[in-house]
């Protein structure tokens, strides 16, 4: 009789948490998986108009496959994948294990002041970095002039092999405060104990970083990982505003190629067919960062037990 009872009494909260629920699970379903759906819906069609289009099966991802730009693509959202892991979680990690330490005086400040990049579009960051750039006026070309080194000044988005460099630098000078900010916060959490305990024991800064701050955060730092490749797999805003993918396709990325084929060639099959491409990409990407030793090496979370 005691458990029906408690039955009883569960029961009439159960419409009350699917009621809380509903809101937030409606948005979503709204805002991510309806327009998923329509995209892989539309990758198997062929459009003439918005009202005119023919069911092609898999063609567009038989042509997909064939079609060299897409591969040129890909090899520059790696290459900002794997720059930008470096990069900004990278510098974000040694930043954090500066402004955590008890030498440092003003830690606040200063991560206001790298986290405030955040804060402003990428379309700004973009502009304002084409003008850091820019080979007759930017800030580069006048401080080379000023040390009498202007005649090695060269232009830095007109050239193939030095683009996507280019394009690296504002991405991660932006977001590596948001990384930060995330990896401090998993840093406070740390008991200050085992911190002091090490440096008794005579662990140098770089020791304790290795040996005891990394292994502590990992999972944190799995985060800003999938964080990073997904935001760097889906990067449009920064290449459209640098370079606009040029010169030719040497700093073209997925999502531009994609937004250039489905809005300017208006051929929104064929360009929903690469947005699925870059789901699929982003998914293997996330399967491949959680192998082991991908972050750190597995036995350093047992060495200390």
């Known amino acids: 009789m005691k458990q029906k009872k408690k039955r009883d009494t569960l029961q009439p909260g159960a ?11 409606l948005v979503y379903g709204m805002v991510f998986l309806l ?17 005119k289009f023919t069911f092609v099966g898999l063609a567009n991802y038989e042509r997909l496959l064939s079609d060299a730009n897409v591969w040129v693509a890909l090899r520059n959202n790696l290459f900002l994948v794997a720059v930008c892991l470096v990069g900004q979680i990278g510098i974000a990690f040694l930043l954090a294990c500066l402004l955590s330490s008890k030498r440092v005086k003003g830690a606040g400040i200063y991560r206001t002041v790298i986290y405030f990049p955040v ?47 280019c394009v690296c630098i ?18 406070t959490s740390i008991d200050k104990e085992v911190l002091e305990v090490a440096e008794l024991d005579g662990c140098s800064g770089v020791q ?23 935001a760097n797999m889906k990067a449009f805003d920064h290449i459209m505003t640098l370079t606009n993918g040029g010169p030719g396709n040497a700093s073209s990325v997925l999502a531009l190629y994609a937004y250039n084929v489905s809005f300017q060639q208006f051929n929104m099959g064929y360009g929903s067919a690469i947005s699925v491409f870059i789901l699929l990409v982003t998914a293997v990407l996330f399967v491949v960062s959680r192998l082991p030793g991908f972050i750190g090496k597995r036995r350093e979370r047992t060495h200390g037990e």
Do not use: E
Not at 46 to 51: V, Y
Not at 181 to 187: C, D, G, T, Y
């Open 208 to 230: 304790k970083a290795r040996y005891i701050l990394f292994p502590l955060i990992r999972p944190t730092l799995v985060v800003c990982v999938f964080l990073c490749i997904s």
């Open 15 to 25: 419409p009350k948490t699917a009621a809380y629920l509903a809101p937030g699970l």
């Open 119 to 165: 804060t402003l579009s990428a379309v700004v960051i973009g502009y304002v970095w084409r003008f850091v750039y820019d080979y007759n006026y930017g800030l580069i070309t006048y401080f080379m002039n000023a040390i009498g080194q202007g005649d090695k000044v060269t232009p830095l988005l007109s050239q193939v092999d030095t683009v996507m460099f």
């Open 35 to 51: 327009p998923v759906l329509l995209v892989i819906v539309m990758s198997f069609f062929k459009f003439s108009s918005i009202k």
């Open 170 to 187: 504002p991405m991660i000078w932006q977001y590596v405060g948001f990384h930060l900010v995330i990896i401090l916060s998993a840093m």
